[in-house]
């Protein structure tokens, strides 16, 4: 992503990234399995935007679309107008799993986007350890997969993520598979790198809390198939603290949002 002030979206009117009636059905020997039916919205430039919805409602898929690594059955993404059918240096994607290389270190992991470019190596290790930094991981570029915690495995994830500066960034619950504490921890710290790098952010979540603490809007998802069943713009202030979950004003989103889940599950 490249470097913006921290002023919440850009209000011109041109979205970085819009989905636009995108449909997926799945099909096998068993038959065909809608998982997405005209799922429409747009991402402003520099908005941070969360997606939440029931289990199975198609999230993940959502954003393999919206990467270009799965073609939808009907409907089109676009990046800037630009028709998205393949994966591109512009969107970064980062999974619910790390999935880092074990046989490469932190900083071989980091670097590899630049790598596949054929960047130089002074250049992409140079990138790589700024990134790192940036992560909250000054220190550890020696070091392997097998010797990080889930934390830090997934701040790993996103450095490499960041390296090539994309100006998208889709985050597929980084951290659903870690222990509260910790999930609550990197919440905050993504938001310190997110108004450090700043661009467009669109991140699956299932906490309600983690979306009204990051998110300028929070898309909600109706059960499968899934389509957006309500928009909640959440009105913040930044910068933002976990604090400020308690204030009347992220009490009542969440209940709207909690009712919205329930309201489509019925």
């Given at each position: 992503m490249r470097s913006q002030s921290p002023a919440g979206p850009d209000p011109g009117p041109t979205p970085t990234l819009s989905a636009q009636r995108v449909s997926h059905t799945f099909l096998s020997e068993t038959g065909a399995l809608p998982v997405l039916v005209d799922v429409s919205f747009e991402l402003a430039r520099n908005e941070f935007v969360c997606l939440v919805g029931p289990s199975g409602c198609g999230k993940s898929t959502l954003l393999h679309i919206l990467s270009g690594l799965l073609p939808p059955t009907s409907g089109m993404v676009l990046l800037d107008d630009e028709p998205?059918?393949?994966?591109?240096?512009?969107?970064?994607?980062?999974?619910?799993?790390?999935?880092?290389?074990?046989?490469?270190?932190v900083l071989d992991n980091v670097a590899l986007p630049l790598e596949l470019i054929g960047q130089p190596r002074d250049e992409r290790e140079a990138a790589a350890q700024a990134m790192i930094d940036l992560v909250g991981l000054d220190g550890f570029a020696a070091t392997y997969p097998a010797d990080l915690s889930g934390g830090m495995a997934q701040r790993v994830a996103i450095a490499r993520a960041l390296v090539a500066g994309p100006d998208v960034l889709l985050l597929d619950e980084p951290f659903g598979a870690l222990d509260a504490l910790t999930r609550d921890?990197?919440?905050?710290?993504?938001?310190?790198?997110?108004?450090?790098?700043?661009?467009?952010?669109?991140m699956v979540t299932?906490?309600?809390?983690?979306?009204?603490?990051?998110?300028?809007?929070v898309l909600v998802m109706s059960p499968r198939p899934g389509h957006i069943d309500a928009v909640f713009p959440v009105d913040l202030p930044r910068p933002r603290t976990a604090d400020m979950l308690h204030s009347p004003l992220a009490g009542e989103l969440a209940r709207g949002i909690r009712g919205a889940i329930r309201l489509g599950a019925e």
């Open positions: 998205v059918t393949r994966p591109r240096r512009r969107i970064g994607h980062v999974f619910q799993q790390a999935n880092l290389m074990p046989w490469r270190t921890l990197l919440a905050e710290e993504l938001l310190r790198i997110w108004q450090a790098v700043h661009g467009t952010v669109l299932h906490s309600i809390p983690e979306s009204i603490l990051l998110a300028d809007r």
